[in-house]
């Protein structure tokens, strides 16, 4: 079993920027596909961006304002958010998948293990 915990939300002003992190205990492989998925009011859960052995992918509505690197110890995974818009506000959950893949794995049912979620908040 992974656990994976997500901290650094809040409420940011538009053009700011917010760090994510997301910590993970348990049976964790620092080679595991992660991810970053957000769910706004009222939406579905979309996909953020992701790490994979095939290299990082966005969603092309973050593309160039956010990066996801690996993190280092406790910490698994960051997302890094930069030039945030009002369209940004959602929950924010860190997912990892079981294993290592080449993929781009952007679809949400393709991960094992979710946290509970951070909330972000941009004001416009």
């Known amino acids: 079993q992974v656990q994976l915990v997500e901290s650094g939300g809040g409420l940011v002003q538009a053009g700011g920027s917010l760090r994510l992190s997301c910590e993970a205990s348990?049976?964790?492989?620092?080679?595991?596909?992660m991810g970053w998925f957000r769910q706004a009011p009222g939406k579905d859960r979309a996909f953020v961006a992701s790490i994979t052995w095939g290299g990082t992918f966005y969603a092309d509505s973050v593309k160039g304002r956010f990066t996801i690197p690996r993190g280092a110890g406790k910490i698994a995974l960051y997302l890094q958010m930069n030039a945030l818009k009002f369209e940004d506000t959602a929950v924010y959950y860190c997912?990892?998948?079981?294993?290592?893949?080449?993929?781009?794995?952007?679809?949400?049912?393709?991960?094992?293990?979710w946290g509970r979620g951070t909330q972000v908040t941009v004001s416009s």
């Open positions: 348990g049976s964790t492989s620092s080679d595991s596909a």
């Open positions: 997912a990892s998948q079981e294993g290592p893949s080449f993929g781009y794995e952007s679809n949400w049912f393709e991960y094992r293990y």
